[in-house]
């Protein structure tokens, strides 16, 4: 067994407390993970106020960052002392797989959300032997170690700081995925971003990078649409205070060629499409809670508008994040803006930072 240190949830809506583990050792498949650092991602409390029914207790994070401390006998692709930045979990054998999809993989939400491995088995036990949820995203990196497999931990480059490479395994590949991977804006296109939280920013930062040259930004915060106002997004909307698809129509002449909606709210949803022009594409990010509907006028989507659910940015992990890293490296891809550091004692402030919107990304160092 190896002793770390971690935050569980016990309790719907409850703080995160910081406990003493006992983490399994690796098993032929997995690796130890010496955790870094790992950010805070609204998934995080989407789970611990169990609008996604996930089991409590729970060690939960999901966007970590480490080196590799041990691997298992089968493990071929990673040895001790590589730098890794940990992503989803997928089985890499299904067809969506098989074809480059795995964040469609369909064991994706056993391998990420059902609390314990495939095999029904925990890896993280208390002292006394009770049983405490883990495996979450195939890491659970709210810990000073984590066990994870080879499909969901990536090797980068070792020249890079590690402590800020956790987000570009979920928030951070999420956003810039969109864009690049899917809407794939032309450069004198228009683009809408609803939500300009970390995975909105992100969105409009990648969008920059390959020269979109329209870049709207919609939210109801202030300080964080002056924020991407600083970035370099062309416009800002405040649609507390303002119509965003009449605002939106008055910027573009005819509406929007895409759009973003990253807040998980279905009225922001529609929204999100009615502010397209014929046949505009619609990119949906935002997680809502389970059973969440939205309504859509038929009329709409009959002129040739797509919506388009998005997972992680229709990425393939070990591809995409050393692109971004790239990206960020020569200086078009300014992520590290975004972040705030805090220690894993004082993660319950970091999600109070994030809810509050005061810190778009927030970042636990081990």
Known sequence: ????????????????????????????????????????RHTDMVVRDQNYPVPLPMVLGHEGAGIVEKVGEDVTAFEVGDHVVLSYGSCGLCRNCEQGRPSYCVEFYDRNFKGDRLDGSH???TH????????????SSFSSYA????RNAVKIRKDVPLDIMGPLGCGIQTGAGAVINVLKPEPASSMVIFGAGAVGLAAALAAMAIGVTNIIMVDVNESRLAFAKELGVTHVINSRETDPVKAVKNLTGEGSDY???CTGRPQVLRQAVDVLRVPGLCGLLGAAPMGAEATLDVNTLLFGRTVRGIIEGDSVPTVFIPQLIELWRAGRFPFDKLIEFFTLDDINEALEASESGRVFKPIVRL
């Open 259 to 261: 759009s973003l909606e």
């Open 1 to 40: 067994m190896v002793e770390v240190k971690a935050a569980v949830v016990r309790e719907k809506g409850g703080r995160f407390l910081i406990e003493q583990l006992q983490l399994d050792e690796p098993r032929h498949n997995e690796l130890l993970i010496k955790i870094v650092a790992t950010g805070v």
């Open 128 to 139: 006394a032997g009770e049983k405490v949820g883990g495996s979450f995203f195939s890491q």
């Open 147 to 150: 066990l994870v497999t080879e």
């Open 123 to 125: 890896c993280h036990h």
